[in-house]
């Protein structure tokens, strides 16, 4: 069975599709999709799919157009973006990497952004503004100073990784500290940001998403190519004509930013950016870094996981953070124990 096919256009080019990584997107953007317009009708006013979606073309009543559009439409779609962030930010560190365990998660930029935060809101006593402002600085900063820190003729995966456990760990304990210095109030209002959670979202943190990914989506997926040559080897790199390092340094930028900017809007939400490129390439069984089918399995992902949560506890009992703690902890063990018995570890 062919699995992939060659589109040729009448002025000459080519392009050759995956057929199965194809189905595979389309797949999981119907799942997110689907979850989604499920999730805009759960809540205490429950509103049926078929008038979810009545509503979304201009058709509700004003009760419904208010309850969806004002005050669910906004969490939903920063949920798909936080995802979309997530996912393909964690194919990026990856796929530079080259190591499944080489995600923001494991590399401290989580950790970074809710230092950002936690300063922001111990010490300045922030608005909802600077919290964000905080958390985006603070991933930056982490993000550049692994970076530096890795550099050596250039960054090699296990180096990055290893030097990004070093960072994660002094960060973590930084924000210790700065949780007990705080007074009970601001600590239980950072606690409840550290969680990672969707509840409260509305169109202020849509936008910034919104027009973040628009940029850096399709920067990323211009450069795909590229990134999947550096997994020959710098030498074979370098030698079909690929500048290795400004591509590396290019898309650890672009996945600095995405995963910064998703942790300000919604919290560090664990494992997500971990767990998704990983599903997505056992979905697709195809190598290289996978990176449109991870962003499709991250969006899917929060949103189902909302979805869940929500279901199950009702709404804003549970942050979702919390969801993808233990699922995405599970899932830590499996890779762990299966790199281990495949002798990668």
Not at 64 to 79: D, H, K, T, W, Y
Not at 265 to 273: I, K, Q, R, T
Not at 295 to 320: I, Y
């Given at each position: 069975?062919?699995?992939?096919?060659?589109?040729?256009?009448?002025?000459?080019?080519?392009?050759?599709?995956?057929?199965?990584?194809?189905?595979?997107?389309?797949?999981?953007?119907?799942?997110?999709?689907?979850?989604?317009?499920?999730?805009?009708?759960?809540?205490?006013?429950?509103?049926?799919?078929?008038?979810?979606?009545?509503?979304?073309?201009?058709?509700?009543?004003?009760?419904?157009?208010?309850i969806?559009?004002?005050?669910?439409?906004?969490?939903?779609?920063?949920?798909?973006?936080?995802?979309?962030?997530?996912?393909l930010?964690?194919?990026?560190?990856?796929?530079?990497?080259?190591?499944?365990?080489?995600?923001?998660?494991?590399?401290?930029?989580?950790?970074?952004?809710?230092a950002?935060?936690?300063?922001?809101?111990?010490l300045?006593?922030?608005s909802?503004?600077?919290?964000?402002?905080?958390a985006?600085?603070?991933?930056?900063?982490?993000?550049?100073?692994?970076?530096?820190?890795?550099?050596k003729?250039?960054?090699?995966?296990?180096?990055?990784?290893?030097?990004g456990?070093?960072?994660?760990?002094?960060?973590?304990?930084?924000?210790?500290?700065?949780?007990?210095?705080?007074?009970?109030?601001?600590a239980?209002?950072?606690?409840?940001?550290?969680?990672?959670?969707?509840?409260?979202?509305?169109?202020?943190?849509?936008?910034?998403?919104?027009?973040?990914?628009?940029?850096?989506?399709?920067?990323?997926?211009?450069?795909?190519?590229?990134?999947?040559?550096?997994?020959?080897?710098?030498?074979?790199?370098?030698?079909?004509?690929?500048?290795?390092?400004?591509?590396?340094?290019?898309?650890?930028?672009?996945?600095?930013?995405?995963?910064?900017?998703?942790?300000?809007?919604?919290?560090?939400?664990?494992?997500?950016?971990?767990?998704?490129?990983?599903?997505?390439?056992?979905?697709?069984?195809?190598p290289?870094?996978?990176l449109?089918?991870?962003?499709?399995?991250?969006?899917?992902?929060?949103?189902?996981?909302?979805l869940?949560s929500?279901r199950?506890?009702?709404?804003?009992?549970?942050?979702?953070?919390?969801?993808?703690?233990?699922?995405?902890?599970?899932?830590?063990l499996?890779?762990?124990?299966?790199?281990?018995?495949?002798?990668?570890?």
């Amino acid at each position: 069975m062919k699995t992939s096919r060659v589109i040729r256009t009448p002025g000459g080019l080519s392009l050759r599709l995956d057929v199965r990584a194809v189905t595979v997107v389309v797949l999981l953007l119907l799942a997110a999709l689907a979850a989604s317009v499920v999730l805009i009708g759960t809540g205490d006013f429950p509103i049926s799919a078929s008038d979810v979606v009545r509503t979304l073309l201009g058709n509700g009543n004003s009760g419904q157009e208010f309850i969806v559009n004002e005050l669910r439409l906004p969490r939903v779609l920063v949920g798909l973006l936080v995802g979309a962030s997530l996912g393909l930010g964690g194919a990026l560190f990856q796929a530079v990497t080259r190591n499944p365990l080489g995600s923001p998660d494991v590399l401290g930029l989580g950790q970074g952004a809710t230092a950002g935060a936690l300063v922001m809101i111990v010490l300045f006593s922030g608005s909802t503004a600077q919290v964000t402002v905080g958390a985006l600085v603070g991933g930056l900063v982490t993000g550049l100073a692994i970076y530096l820190l890795a550099w050596k003729q250039g960054v090699h995966g296990y180096r990055l990784v290893l030097v990004g456990i070093g960072v994660s760990a002094i960060v973590t304990a930084i924000n210790g500290y700065l949780l007990t210095v705080s007074d009970i109030v601001d600590a239980a209002r950072a606690v409840v940001w550290m969680t990672g959670s969707l509840g409260g979202r509305d169109w202020d943190q849509v936008w910034p998403l919104l027009g973040l990914c628009a940029l850096l989506v399709p920067l990323v997926l211009a450069h795909a190519c590229g990134l999947r040559m550096t997994e020959m080897g710098d030498d074979v790199s370098n030698a079909l004509g690929v500048r290795v390092e400004r591509v590396r340094a290019l898309l650890m930028v672009a996945a600095v930013l995405l995963t910064a900017t998703a942790t300000a809007a919604a919290g560090p939400v664990s494992f997500v950016a971990l767990t998704a490129p990983q599903l997505a390439r056992r979905l697709t069984r195809s190598p290289g870094p996978n990176l449109l089918p991870s962003l499709c399995m991250g969006a899917a992902l929060l949103v189902t996981a909302d979805l869940a949560s929500q279901r199950a506890f009702g709404a804003d009992q549970l942050p979702v953070g919390v969801v993808t703690g233990v699922l995405g902890g599970v899932y830590l063990l499996w890779l762990l124990v299966t790199e281990r018995r495949a002798g990668r570890i």
